[in-house]
Nanobody
């Protein structure tokens, strides 16, 4: 199973970006999908997560500004980043908890990071 992320870039404070991530590979079921980020010199932190049932959870620092959404038909997750701040600058990683149909258990999978830079 592979996760392919896209959508990072350089924006000014207050602007928006949309990150996308799609899972592909052998047949699988997905439970959680979401995004983590890691800023320079800091630990990786949860940004937002969505369950297969549609529940969502956000880091306090992004509540009201970021919105996570899933397209279950396309095995994809999106993150709309609005009102971006310089402190949102980080590498954003797509994350999914997946069970290949040939396996018994769910396991975490990570996509490659995509850099978001917020600077004037």
């Amino acid at each position: 199973v592979q996760l392919q992320a896209s959508g990072g870039g350089l924006v000014q404070p207050g602007e928006s970006l949309r990150l996308s991530c799609a899972a592909s590979g052998r047949p699988f079921n997905i439970n959680y999908m979401g995004w983590y980020r890691q800023a320079p010199g800091k630990q990786r932190e949860l940004v937002a997560v969505s369950t297969s049932g549609g529940s969502t959870n956000y880091a306090d620092s992004v509540k009201g500004r970021f919105t996570i959404s899933r397209d279950n038909a396309k095995n994809a997750v999106h993150l709309q980043l609005n009102s971006l701040k310089p402190e949102d600058t980080a590498v954003y990683y797509c994350y999914a908890v997946v069970r290949p149909l040939s396996d018994t258990f769910y396991s975490p999978y990570w996509g490659q990071g995509t850099l978001v830079t917020v600077s004037s």
